[in-house]
């Protein structure tokens, strides 16, 4: 059984004449394009810790199968934003999981997409903690009741944004949460 103990957040933009090229560029900005990626689905680990990048990169191969929660945008539109953004959501006791949310599209800023995916992650704590809140609120509102409660002690987002290059080349955006052994 493998449960991951690290994570790191990573983000980047890569541009290229083709769209796979693009995505590569991004994810040699974001440091990580030298592993096999596998993408997960959003759940962050009970006691897992968070390194900053650096001490993430040292702990992997190059070559290395690692997991991963990845929001991708590419576009090949001179002049439009995109964005991909990683949410998360811890909860207030350590043995329990949080939330990872990934959000991808077009037209927000990093900061609009950020909270965006970190409402989500908190979103999908909240209803697993039986919080009660109401969606409808604004995420402000919804932010005070989840801190309010005792259950869910901080909430974050990573974000990466670019405006579709010139020259109509492929542009690429990705932001990603990385396991680690």
Same mark, same amino acid.
């Given at each position: ?10 983000? =980047?933009?890569? *541009?290229?004449?083709?769209? #796979? ?7 040699? @900005?974001?440091? *990580? ?12 680990? %009970?006691?897992?810790?968070? #390194? @900053? *990048?650096? +001490? ?17 945008? +590419?576009?090949?539109? %001179? ?11 811890? %909860? ?6 949080g939330y990872l949310s990934e959000h991808h599209?077009?037209? +927000?800023?990093?900061?609009?997409? =950020? ?9 999908? #704590? ?7 809140? $109401? %969606?409808?609120? $604004?995420? $402000? ?22 405006? =579709? ?17």
């Amino acid at each position: 059984m493998y449960v991951p103990r690290y994570m790191f957040f990573t983000k =980047g933009v890569g *541009i290229a004449k083709e769209k #796979l090229s693009s995505f590569e560029n991004a994810l040699r @900005d974001a440091k *990580i394009a030298h592993l096999n990626l596998v993408q997960v689905s959003s759940i962050f680990p %009970p006691d897992c810790k968070i #390194l @900053d *990048i650096d +001490q993430g990169i040292e702990k992997l191969e190059a070559g290395e199968i690692t997991h991963c929660v990845m929001a991708r945008e +590419q576009i090949n539109e %001179p002049g439009r934003r995109i964005v991909a953004s990683i949410g998360l959501a811890l %909860p207030a006791e350590p043995l329990q999981y949080g939330y990872l949310s990934e959000h991808h599209g077009f037209g +927000q800023t990093e900061d609009e997409a =950020g909270e965006y995916a970190e409402d989500l992650a908190a979103s999908m #704590l909240a209803n697993t903690l039986g919080i009660d809140f $109401d %969606p409808n609120k $604004d995420y $402000d509102e919804r932010r005070e009741v989840y801190r309010m409660s005792g259950k869910i002690v901080e909430s974050q987002h990573f974000s990466a944004g670019a405006v =579709g290059s010139e020259k109509a080349l492929w542009t690429t955006v990705v932001a990603a949460a990385v396991f680690v052994k």
